[in-house]
Structure formats: C-alpha cells, structure tokens
C-alpha cells in the first residue's frame, strides 16, 4: 500500500514564524498535493507539484510556498503564519500516468497559530 | 456559487438501515467521480471511483452517478457502527497527468448500535 508520512500530527506556533510541513510518499508517485482542510469549507487546494521542481498554484495559495527537491518528498511553507493560517493540512499523492485519480492522504497535520 | 455542493449534514441513522449521501454539481466538465470516507483526526481515503453515469457496486456500497442532472449519490446497505465518518465527495476535469479535484464540503454521519 502507498503510504503518505506527515512529519507532525499536531504542531503549536507562534505568529511570524516560519513554519515547515514534511510530506514523504513511498511509491514513486510523481503528482503530489497540500489541502487544508476547515469546517464548513472543506478541502482546499494549496499547491500541487507534477515532477521534481515543478510546482503549480491551487485555489488558496497565498501566504504559502512549497518545495519538491526530490520526488518522494513535498514541503509546505508558511513563510510568516498568520492565526487564520490555523488549520488542519492533508498532503496527498497520486501516480501520474493513470486514468485512476485516487489520491492517496497523509493523516494530516493540526496546525495551530497562536 | 460553489462548483460541488454536498449537505454537510450530520445525518444520524439506526444500524441496518440504508444510507444516501448525495453530492449536486454545476461543471459540466468534470468526468471523474469519487467518494472519500474521513475518520475522525484521519486523512480522507478512497471509497469508490467511477468515470460512468449509472452505478457502481463494491460490497455494501454502491456509487451512482447521473451526469444528465449532475448528481452523485452514495448508498451504504445494512449500515454498521464502523461507517460512522465524514464522506467528502470528489470530482475531476481531467487535464490528463496535471489536474485538480474539486471536493464537497462533507456530510457527517452516525450510525447508532
């Protein structure tokens, strides 16, 4: 089974800091995604990356960046958080070349601004 | 107006009773059609997937799609304490290899023992 790592399940930080979040896949999917996740909202698409450097904008990419130096892992940057940063993050995967558009979720991580 | 719509519910229903959770649509490009199940403090995981107006069936559930009125029904059968989640439907434009998915706001379900 594929299996999508978050480094964090809960993570508590301050307002201005520079906050990292690790996503790590471990089948050589090439499509990766940052959702954020809020009641009555739903998921929301931060970025996406289709290959090694490659990243695309989603719908709510402001105050975010990412990272993708090597294939299996995808970073999300909070370059300054902000309390309405405050979420629950989903990372996920998905091999390219199919016609199969599961994606496959981390267990998320619970970000809290303060 | 949102491009998928879905009551977030919460639905409560007794165990062994039929379930429909149903999700509305306005692009009439999206093709592909799923539906994630969410436990609590987990991330969403693959229920079913159809690309197909007409029905889908694995196991207790079975996933129907009606593209002529873009409307996506989920069906539980004989529903168990453990289909107790949160069930986000999902959709896709395919633009093939890069793509986005459009998810529902989710509808919450209990089902009492």
């Known amino acids: 089974d594929v299996k999508v790592t978050q480094s964090s399940r809960y993570l508590v930080k301050r307002t201005g800091e520079k906050v990292f979040l690790e996503c790590v896949q471990d089948?050589?999917?090439?499509?990766m995604f940052w959702y954020r996740q809020d009641p009555g909202l739903g998921l929301r698409l931060i970025y996406f990356?289709?290959?090694?450097?490659?990243?695309e904008k989603g719908d709510i990419p402001e105050g975010y960046s990412v990272s993708r130096e090597k294939k299996e892992r995808f970073s999300l940057i909070l370059e300054s958080a902000s309390t309405n940063q405050t979420s629950m993050y989903l990372c996920?995967?998905?091999?390219?070349?199919?016609?199969?558009?599961?994606?496959?979720f981390g267990s998320g991580t619970r970000l809290t601004v303060v | 107006q949102k491009e998928v719509e879905q009551d977030p519910g919460p639905l409560s229903v007794p165990e062994g009773a039929i379930v429909s959770l149903n999700c509305t649509y306005s692009?009439?490009?999206?093709?592909?059609f799923m539906w994630y199940r969410q436990y609590s403090r987990k991330g969403p995981e693959l229920l079913m997937y159809t690309y197909s107006s007409g029905n889908k069936e694995d196991g207790r559930f079975t996933a129907q799609v009606d593209k002529s009125s873009k409307y996506i029904s989920l069906f539980i059968r004989d529903s168990q304490p453990s289909d107790s989640a949160t069930y986000l439907c999902a959709m896709i434009a395919s633009n093939f290899g890069n793509e986005k998915l459009t998810f529902g706001t989710g509808t919450r379900l209990t089902i009492i023992p």
């Open positions: 692009n009439s490009a999206f093709q592909y």
């Open positions: 089948m050589d999917h090439e499509n």
């Open positions: 990356s289709y290959d090694v450097k490659m990243k």
């Open positions: 996920a995967s998905r091999e390219r070349q199919t016609f199969n558009y599961g994606y496959t």
